[in-house]
């Protein structure tokens, strides 16, 4: 709760929440609202911004508002969904490889190592030609190459909870594993893989925006975003304004997600650390050397009153 009041409490988050809770919406009743059925075609095909269509007709007449708001929902699940498998591989095993004695903690590096090496978009065609290309085979191939990041994450908090004073206390006095990860470890491991999440979300939307412009995943006319961005770029001589229309979102909501993971953080973090604006954190700036001095990490005025 602590870390909850102190990240609402930063400016830069709040925005980056509000954010993300308007993609989340187009993403629930986006289909719903729109204007027009994403599907339906007209003959009245690239035309630009009118009343009738406020962004405009594409290629084939389908208006870009409707098309825009309906795949917001596959945009958004097919990145919620890699990250879930990310999570429900990589946590466990990397929670697991701590307890799992040398052989087990070699084969789990092993593999974790081998992952990390695989191209995704080779992996990824390659599991569409074995599987079948849909949206669920592809997230999958992509949740599997991000397992990785969470494995490491969780691992390395855990080696190092584990040799802290409390945990082999718990140990010596005969805790169960299961007890001592859902007391000790679960609540300190939990804030590193939100922040990681919350990145791998954001890297998640521009991995399907790259598999939908190779014609992976979702197979047209199914709107998503980066599918739409996708058939765009073959009539920028007529419409050159057309991918921004696409573009925006995702650069909102991939800039969203990262800033927030930055706040996570930041709000999860017991040093003192000097706030950043909005666009301080988008152009990865560190706090200034004056910032950081006007609130130190230690007392300096009570340091200074002591005497030897």
Known sequence: MTTLRRLFSIPSARICLVILGAVLFLAVFGAALAPYDALRQSPDILRGPSAAHLLGTDYVGRDVLSRLMAGTRLSVVG?????????????????????????????????????????????????????????????????????????????????????????????????STWWILRTHMWSKVLPNVAVAAAQATGAALLIIASLAFLGVGVTPPTPTWGGMLSSDLGYLELQPWAPL?????????????????????????????ARRGLFTRLLGRSPSTAAVAANPAFPTKELDRVTV
């Open 79 to 175: 990145a919620l969904e890699v990250v879930l498998v990310g999570i429900c591989l990589g946590v466990p095993t990397g929670l697991a490889s701590v307890w799992a004695g040398r052989a087990g903690e070699w084969f789990a590096l092993r593999m974790s190592e081998t992952l990390t090496v695989l191209p995704f978009t080779v992996f990824t065609i390659a599991v569409a030609a074995t599987l079948g290309n849909g949206m669920s085979q592809a997230m999958i191939a992509v949740g599997i190459l991000s397992a990785p990041t969470f494995f490491r994450i969780s691992r390395a908090v855990t080696l190092g909870l584990r040799s802290t004073q409390y945990v082999e206390s718990a140990e010596l006095m005969g805790a």
């Open 245 to 273: 229309f696409p573009g925006i979102p995702m650069l909102l909501t991939v800039g969203a997600l990262n800033i927030l993971a930055d706040c996570v953080r930041e709000a999860g973090s017991d040093a003192p650390r």
